[in-house]
């Protein structure tokens, strides 16, 4: 098992980067954050999971260790495989997680896209009791890449397709997530953005609702 990478960071996008290791490329898929902390030509390490499938092998990466604990959990879960279960850390963090499973508050769930209100109550079912509560659920600090305002949104939106929303709700939720914080539209600060908008659903509920089972 690979768990974990350190080299290079060779390509970055918004779903996926490339860390070069030994003069291997080692193609990852993340979360938004934790693709907004690495930086292009830098070194890196994040932790990882190999997920192995008949017809592929597919590298997904992780700020941490914690995050790729909660991550192998949510795969233990029926029906959840690994594209849903980044969605969850993409929108909720470990700790998070840990909160609402333990307390079984399936709404935090539907937060996601993808997970609707039968699906939420089955993760909490078979989550409680695997993830207890042991910090404050705060999340760190995630770094900041700068964008041209003219070209950040279609990034963001390219980011929140990747988790599961159709393009419409994603560039419609970006809309209403920043209409209290104009100077981040003007900005145009991609991460930044998408921790605003990912954070406005984590508070405010499931606002979408379009394409989930």
Not at 38 to 49: D, I, K, N
Not at 99 to 111: L, N, Q, W
Request: proline share 5%.
């Amino acid at each position: 098992m690979i768990s974990s990478l350190r080299g290079t960071v060779a390509h970055l996008g918004l779903s996926s980067a490339v860390l070069e290791v030994g003069g291997v490329g080692m193609a990852v898929q993340a979360t938004p954050q934790t693709l907004s902390a690495l930086r292009l030509g830098e070194e890196a390490r994040v932790s990882t999971a190999l997920i192995v499938r008949e017809d592929s092998l597919t590298l997904f990466a992780f700020a941490d260790d914690d995050e790729r604990e909660v991550f192998d959990i949510l795969l233990t879960v029926s029906g959840v495989g690994p594209r849903l279960a980044l969605a969850v850390l993409a929108v909720l963090d470990p700790e998070s997680i840990r909160v609402a499973a333990h307390t079984e508050d399936s709404k935090a769930f539907t937060k996601v896209p993808g997970i609707g209100p039968k699906v939420a109550g089955r993760i909490v079912l078979e989550l409680k009791g695997k993830l207890v509560p042991h910090g404050t659920g705060e999340s760190g600090p995630v770094a900041v890449v700068t964008a041209g305002t003219e070209a950040w949104k279609p990034q963001v939106v390219e980011a929140l397709s990747s988790l599961g929303w159709s393009e419409k709700d994603a560039s419609a939720t970006v809309d209403k997530a920043l209409k209290d914080s104009p100077g981040l539209a003007e900005r145009g600060d991609v991460p930044e953005i998408l921790r605003a908008t990912l954070r406005w659903l984590g508070q405010d509920g499931a606002r979408m609702r379009g394409g989930r089972g």
